[in-house]
Antibody, heavy 118, light 107 residues
Framework: QVQLQESGPGLVKPSGTLSLTCAVSGGSISSSDWWSWVRQPPGKGLEWIGEMYHTGATNYNPSLKSRVTISVDKSRTQFSLKLTSVTAADTAIYYC???????????WGQGTLVTVSS | DIQMTQSPSSLSASVGDRVTITCQASQVISSSLNWYQQKPGKAPKLLIYDSSNLEIGVPSRFSGSRSGTDFTFTISSLQPEDIATYYCQQYDNVPFTFGPGTKVEIK
C-alpha cells in the first residue's frame, strides 16, 4: 500500500516561494500513476492545483499555471510542489494525492497547512 | 472552467434516513465524476468514481448516478459515522473542479 506524506515550511512570506514535498512510501513514482496536488483554504472548499504523470507529463490549473511547478525527485521516492509569488490567498492545507486515472486520486496524504504571512 | 454546483449546501437528517445530494455541471461532461467524503481535520476520501462506481471498501449504502449533466449521490440509510462534508468533482476537463460541498449532520 503506497502511503503519502507532505512536508515543508508551515509559514511562507508574501511574494516568496512555497515549496512542499510528498514522500512516497511502499512504492515508487515509476508506477503508472498520476501524482497530484490539491489545496483547501481553512474552512473552505477544495481546489485542484495540478498533476504529473510518471513520465513527467503535467496538467496544471490555468489559474495557477504561471506560478506552479510539479516535479519528481531524482530518487523517484518523492515529488514536489513549487508555487511562486505567494499571497495570503495561497494560505491553505495542501494535499498530495495519487491515482491511476488523471484527475481521480483515491489515495491522499494527510495534508499540511501552509500560512502566507509576514 | 466547468463549474460544479451542489445542493443542498447542508442538510440535517435522522439516523436511518435516505439522504440525497445533487451536483450539476455547467456544461455537458462524461461520466467522469467523483464523490468524496471529508471529515473534519481529515483528507478527502474517494467514495464513488465514474459517477456510479463504488470505491473498494466503501459501504454499499453509498451510491451514485447520472442523468445528463445532473449527478446524484445517495446514502440509503444514514449512519452516525457518515457525518461529513461531501464534494463532487469532475475530471472530464482540466482544470478539474470540485463542487462547493454539502455538509451532512445528524438531526
Amino acid at each position: 500500500q503506497v502511503q503519502l506524506q507532505e512536508s515543508g515550511p508551515g509559514l511562507v512570506k508574501p511574494s516568496g516561494t512555497l515549496s512542499l514535498t510528498c514522500a512516497v512510501s511502499g512504492g515508487s513514482i515509476s508506477s503508472s500513476d498520476w501524482w497530484s496536488w490539491v489545496r483547501q483554504p481553512p474552512g473552505k472548499g477544495l481546489e485542484w492545483i495540478g498533476e504529473m504523470y510518471h513520465t513527467g507529463a503535467t496538467n496544471y490549473n490555468p489559474s495557477l499555471k504561471s506560478r506552479v511547478t510539479i516535479s519528481v525527485d531524482k530518487s523517484r521516492t518523492q515529488f514536489s510542489l513549487k508555487l511562486t509569488s505567494v499571497t495570503a490567498a495561497d494560505t491553505a492545507i495542501y494535499y498530495c494525492a495519487r491515482g491511476t486515472y488523471s484527475g481521480s486520486p483515491p489515495y491522499w496524504g494527510q495534508g499540511t497547512l501552509v500560512t502566507v504571512s509576514s | 472552467d466547468i463549474q460544479m454546483t451542489q445542493s443542498p449546501s447542508s442538510l440535517s437528517a435522522s439516523v436511518g434516513d435516505r439522504v440525497t445530494i445533487t451536483c450539476q455541471a455547467s456544461q455537458v461532461i462524461s461520466s467522469s465524476l467523483n464523490w468524496y467524503q471529508q471529515k473534519p481535520g481529515k483528507a478527502p476520501k474517494l467514495l464513488i468514481y465514474d459517477s456510479s462506481n463504488l470505491e473498494i471498501g466503501v459501504p454499499s449504502r453509498f451510491s451514485g448516478s447520472r442523468s445528463g449533466t445532473d449527478f446524484t449521490f445517495t446514502i440509503s440509510s444514514l449512519q452516525p459515522e457518515d457525518i461529513a462534508t461531501y464534494y463532487c468533482q469532475q475530471y472530464d476537463n482540466v482544470p478539474f473542479t470540485f463542487g462547493p460541498g454539502t455538509k451532512v449532520e445528524i438531526k
